[in-house]
C-alpha cells in the first residue's frame, strides 16, 4: 500500500517501535511505587518530560502527560475554565472555524453550560490572522484557541501574533499543536502561549498518548478531568503508561531527522510538478506557508468515485480529515473557504510519509489521469 494519510496518522517509526517494546518489556511497573523498579519508570517518564519541555522552551513541570491531543484539548478548556474565579464573570470563548471537531464538541459542551463562542474565519488562503481574531474579541472573552497547524490544510497559522494579541488582553490563548509538533519551530514563551496541545501519534509514535502543556501549572487552581490518586499533578488521574511515554519521548528525540527528508525530497513539489506535466487539472487548497508533506487537492476533472475504487488496495487517500472523511457533508474546513458540497467530492488531503519514493508519485499520478472524466 502507498500511504498517503499521515496527517491522520503517521506510521510508528522503526526506533519508535523498539523503544516501545523494550518499555514493555523493562518497564512494565508502576511509576508511583517507592521500590526500584518503580522508581526507574518514574526517572524515564521525567526524562521524556523534560524532553518534551525542552523542545517548547517550557519547564517540566508545566507538562502534564494524557492520551492524546483530544484529552489534552478538554483539560485546556475544562481544567481553566471551570475552576478559575477570577474568570468566573467571563463567558466567551473564540475558535476558529476551520479548528479540529473536537474543538467543536467541547464549545458545544461549554454553550450549554451558558458560554458564548465566536468563530473566525479563515483568509483566502486558509491562515487565521491576528486581526480576524481582534475583530471578534470582547472585553469577556476568557480563552482564545486556534491550533498552529491546520490538520486539513497543512497551512500554518500566525499564532506568535494571536499570541502577543492575547497576552496585551489578558486572555488565556490556546493552541492545538498535534499537528505542529516536532515539524516546525515552537517556543511558549516567545509565542505567549498559557496552553497547548501534543499527540504522539501525529509524529510517529504510538497512539494513546499525548500531552498538555501549561503554564505556570503548579501555581494555578485547576480543575482535574479525571479524578484519580493525584497523578500528573493532581489533574490527570490514573495508572501514568509509562512505556507509551518512553516511546513518546523516542518519537521526539528521531521524528525531526525523518521529517528533514521532506524539505531534501520535496515530495509535493515533485508531485504538483508531474499532475501539470500530465496536464491534469487542480487547484490547492490552503495557500502560502503550509507544511511540506500535506496538501489540499481539488481535482475537478476526476472522476473520485473510480479513482478511489480501482485503488482501494493500493493507495492510502483520504477525502478530508480522518474525522470527516466518512461523511456525507463536505468537511467543515472546506466550506469555511467557499468550496460547494460538489467541490469537497473532488477535493483530497494527501499527506506524505518520508519514505515516499518517485515511483509511487508516479504510480498516483497515473491513478488520478486514468480516472480523468
Known sequence: MIYLDTAASYPILPEVKKSLLDAFENCFANSASSHLLGESALAKVNEVR???ADEIGAFPSEIVFTSGATESNNIAFKSLLLNDESLSSKKHIVISSIEHKCIFAICDYFQKLGYEVSLVEPDVNGVITAENVKAVIREDTALVSIMHVNNELGTINPITEIGELCF???II??????????????????????VMSFSAHKVGGPKGIGAVYI???RKRNL????????????????????????AFGKAIEVFQHAYSNFENGDPKSCFLKKLKENEIDYSINGQGNTLPHILSLSLPKTNVSVLVRENEDTLCLAQGSACSSKEIEASHVLTALGLTREQAEHTFRISFTHTITNADIDFLVSAIKKAAY
Not at 490563548?173 to 498559557?194: E, Y
Not at 480543575?223 to 518512553?246: K, M, N, W
Open 50 to 52: 523534560e524532553s518534551l
Open 168 to 170: 496585551s488582553k489578558g
Open 173 to 194: 490563548f490556546h493552541s492545538d499543536a498535534a499537528q505542529s509538533f516536532c515539524k516546525t519551530d515552537i517556543d511558549v514563551d516567545d509565542m505567549n502561549i498559557d
Open 215 to 217: 503554564r505556570d501549572l
Open 223 to 246: 480543575l482535574p478531568v479525571i479524578h484519580g490518586a493525584g497523578q500528573e499533578d493532581g489533574l490527570r488521574g490514573g495508572t501514568v503508561a509509562a512505556p507509551l511515554i518512553i
